[in-house]
């Protein structure tokens, strides 16, 4: 069984900087990708950035430049610190993972989300 627990969002002013966490846990033998995807009302859940295990990373085009992805491997965990938060921005942000986990079998897991709401 992996987890991805979530910390940080909030409510933001537009201009304003958030940055979330996300530490994953449980029967993990190896990670390939860890990363951020958001869902905002009436929206498809749309890719934020991800990191794979090689040093890749890939932004969404609407965040590129504003959010940095960073990865801490010795604690599992997956940063995201957002700058220049603008009101489109606001969506619930859910941690994303593909871990290889004790049964030697790879999966997509996901975090609980959590709202980040940005206002004009």
């Known amino acids: 069984q992996v987890r991805l627990a979530q910390s940080g969002g909030g409510l933001v002013q537009a201009g304003g900087s958030l940055r979330l966490s996300c530490a994953a846990s449980?029967?993990?033998?190896?990670?390939?990708?860890m990363g951020w995807y958001r869902q905002a009302p009436g929206k498809q859940r749309e890719l934020v950035a991800v990191?794979?295990?090689?040093?890749?990373?890939n932004y969404g085009d609407s965040v590129k430049g504003r959010f940095s992805i960073s990865r801490d491997s010795a604690k599992n965990t997956v940063y995201l610190q957002m700058i220049s938060l603008k009101p489109e921005d606001t969506a619930v942000y859910y941690c994303?993972?593909?871990?290889?986990?004790?049964?030697?079998?790879?999966?997509?897991?996901w975090g609980q989300g959590t709202q980040v709401t940005v206002s004009s």
């Open positions: 990191g794979t295990s090689d040093g890749s990373t």
């Open positions: 994303y993972a593909r871990c290889m986990s004790g049964g030697y079998s790879w999966g997509d897991y």
């Open positions: 449980g029967d993990i033998r190896s990670i390939n990708a």
